[in-house]
């Protein structure tokens, strides 16, 4: 059984889905499309804008779920048995397997997008990536830290984000070194994505996403939040709304989609971030 994955942010490059776009009239078309709802030309900043142009979350997550979705309806690929997304990744899944239209879920990625930007630059935090220790010792050491620090994305074993207010994760980090640690390194983040901190933007969504037609996808999507594999709509909306502040489950989803029968992952999207995470997770 066939799984597509689909990255997140940080996996933009420049001249990310020029192929794409000439090459298939119809991600020509699905581009210029999208040029029109966002309302300025983000094509021109995928092809030929530098790295700093691409990090402004506002164009980030929508160029990312662009260049996947594109790449999922464009290019002949069959339909999968199991689909997941890591973060942003999860909203490209859900458009490419039929849940959610390309141009609703465009939308739904830049309000996304928004919300988060705006709410970076009111409540500050940050992110650091934690190697070399159990998932247990990492949330263990994020409640003695203080302060509002939690594991934000489970990306392997061995590999936990973590995500909170600024003192707390440089507290965590220390603490983290203190019990053994390979590295404790701080990201290079605008905000505390995928933790409480970011409760002012779930809240600025929980309106787009209440009135975004969601329908059965044709496979099983793979959810952040749970780890799981949902078809009911509503149940794929409420996870939508807490993915923003809870933790990216992608250890236990790839475990999962394993479990169900998954032999083959295919990365859809820019980048082979995930191909990596995978290939540490299970050796086969």
């Not at 390309?102 to 990536?129: H, I, N």
């Amino acid at each position: 059984m066939t799984a597509y994955v689909f990255p997140g942010q940080g996996s933009q490059f420049s001249g990310m889905g020029k192929d794409l776009y000439e090459s298939s009239p119809q991600a020509k078309e699905m581009m210029e499309r999208a040029n029109e709802i966002l309302g300025f030309r983000i094509t021109d900043i995928m092809f030929e804008g530098g790295d700093e142009d691409l990090k402004a979350t506002k164009v980030t997550q929508p160029a990312i779920f662009l260049h996947s979705v594109c790449q999922a309806l464009c290019t002949g690929l069959p339909a999968p048995d199991m689909a997941g997304g890591h973060s942003l990744g999860e909203f490209s899944a859900l458009a490419a397997v039929g849940a959610i239209d390309f141009e609703d879920a465009l939308r739904l990625v830049s309000a996304r997008a928004e919300a988060m930007q705006k709410c970076c630059e009111k409540v500050p935090g940050t992110m650091a990536a934690i190697i070399g220790l159990p998932d247990s010792a990492v949330e263990e050491i994020c409640t003695k830290a203080g302060g509002i620090v939690i594991p934000a994305n489970y990306n392997s074993d061995g590999q936990v984000v973590i995500s909170g207010e600024k003192e707390a994760v440089e507290k965590a980090c220390s603490l983290m070194k203190e019990a053994g640690a390979r590295r404790a390194l701080p990201l290079n983040v605008s905000g505390a994505f995928h933790s409480p901190l970011m409760e002012p933007a779930r809240a600025e969504l929980a309106e787009a996403i209440e009135r975004t037609d969601v329908r059965k996808p044709v496979c099983p999507v793979y959810q952040n939040v749970t780890a799981l594999p949902e078809t009911d709509p509503e149940r794929i909306k409420q996870n939508l709304l807490l993915q923003l502040t809870s933790p990216v489950k992608w250890t236990q989803s790839v475990r999962n989609m394993m479990h169900d029968g998954a032999t083959e992952f295919k990365e859809i999207g820019p980048g082979t971030t995930l191909q990596g995470l995978i290939k540490r997770i299970s050796a086969e």
